[in-house]
């Protein structure tokens, strides 16, 4: 096989580089990880790899561990092995549960997010609004859409709402998971040499949209409760799968927890920051205080309650987790603050320590 060829098929699986690696190492993409192994896939066919021996050191950042989307090198073998990981051009990433500081990598080399939100009783715009905070450091683009229009009730007023609610601009699409007219809508975000990943509760209907655009039955769906709308985990990990479109699609198993990792920006309400410049005082609490702008636009009803809550939450979330970040960094460093341009003389470390 010719190196033209060898590109042109690692594009059918969204590879974008122009430089192939030499040493008899071959370039693949990891489109699942399961607990004895990774799948991946060249663009011609899949098959199963070990890691190398350095990314199961005890103490290496997860994050730098291959994960779905990636685009790995191998060196042949049985099985084969994955030697190194390539720059990833986008990371969906979250915070993991529980009181240690870890990201965990949703999804790398995507250029869509799509937030599934079911318009049943899993809607739920600060949910929403959580995932599109995390969407916004991962550089991809985030596209809100909504299922089940068939089954929820007030259809019409939860679109409206959720419009009114997130910044201008926002994609937002209303589609019936089961139906392929439907989901057609969405077919700008496959288009040949693109990745995009699914990703919302447990029961959205996330694999049930996947099977609609693959056309077959490829992921196995489950029904949800009725009394509360959710799902019972039936998608156990994440796989990327070729559209007939072109593009690729990476099914997620259902979050329950959805921690921010501290770096996002929260952009999605530079409004409301740009509100709380106004108010009289610089370092209002935004209580009581006269002249508070906060106060005043929830008053005339320009901002809604609930979606201060929801800033206030994911603001202080995000201070607690840049904190954990900040510190976890600085152990890795060995306990060395991020710069130390001016130390005091005789207690400057020499070069090279
Ligand atoms: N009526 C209707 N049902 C839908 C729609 N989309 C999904 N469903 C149903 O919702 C249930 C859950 O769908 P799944 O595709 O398994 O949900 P999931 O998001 O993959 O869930 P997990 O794998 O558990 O994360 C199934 O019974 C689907 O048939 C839709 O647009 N309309
Ligand atoms: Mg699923
Ligand atoms: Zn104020």
Redesign the pocket.
Do not use: E
């Given at each position: 096989m010719t190196e033209a060829q060898t590109i042109e098929r690692l594009r059918h699986v969204g590879w974008r580089g122009h430089d192939l690696p030499g040493d008899g190492r071959r370039l693949a993409r990891v489109v699942a990880q399961h607990r004895a192994g990774y799948e991946l896939h060249d663009g011609e066919q899949v098959f199963s790899a070990q890691p190398d021996g350095h990314f199961l050191k005890r103490g290496l950042d997860p994050a730098e561990r291959p994960a779905v989307g990636d685009f790995v090198e191998i060196v042949p073998g049985k099985p084969p092995h994955i030697l190194s990981v390539q720059p990833r051009r986008t990371v969906l990433s979250r915070a993991a549960a529980g009181e240690r500081y870890e990201r965990q990598v949703i999804a790398t080399n995507i250029d869509y997010v799509l937030v599934l939100t079911g318009l049943d009783g899993d809607f739920n715009p600060a949910r929403i609004e959580r995932y599109l905070s995390l969407v916004e450091g991962s550089g991809a683009q985030p596209v809100v859409v909504l299922?089940?229009p068939?089954?929820g009730e007030d259809v019409q007023s939860r679109i409206a709402e959720l419009q009114a609610r997130l910044p201008a601009g926002t994609p937002i699409h209303t589609v019936?998971?089961?139906d392929p007219a439907s989901a057609a809508v969405l077919a700008s975000y496959f288009k040949p040499g693109d990745s995009a990943v699914l990703v919302?509760s447990?029961?959205?209907?996330?694999?049930?949209?996947t099977n609609t655009l693959l056309g077959s039955e490829q992921m196995a769906?489950?029904?949800?409760r009725s009394h509360d709308s959710r799902?019972?985990?039936?998608?156990t990990y994440r796989a990327l799968l070729q559209l007939p479109s072109g593009g690729c699609l990476i099914d997620t198993?259902?979050m329950r927890e959805l921690k921010l990792t501290g770096e996002e920006n929260l952009d999605l309400f530079a409004d409301i920051e740009t509100l709380a410049e106004n108010c009289r005082f610089a370092d209002c609490g935004h209580g009581s205080e006269p002249g508070c702008a906060v106060q005043t636009a929830l008053h005339d009803g320009e901002l809604t309650p609930e979606r201060w809550r929801n800033y206030l939450k994911l603001r202080d979330e995000r201070e607690e987790q840049a904190t954990l970040l900040e510190s976890r960094l600085r152990r890795q460093r060995g306990g060395r603050p991020a710069a130390k341009p001016h130390g005091p003389r005789g207690s400057r470390e020499r070069e090279g320590w």
């Open positions: 299922s089940k068939d089954l019936n998971g089961k919302g447990s029961g959205a209907g996330k694999s049930t949209l769906t489950g029904a949800v799902g019972r985990h039936t998608t198993p259902g």
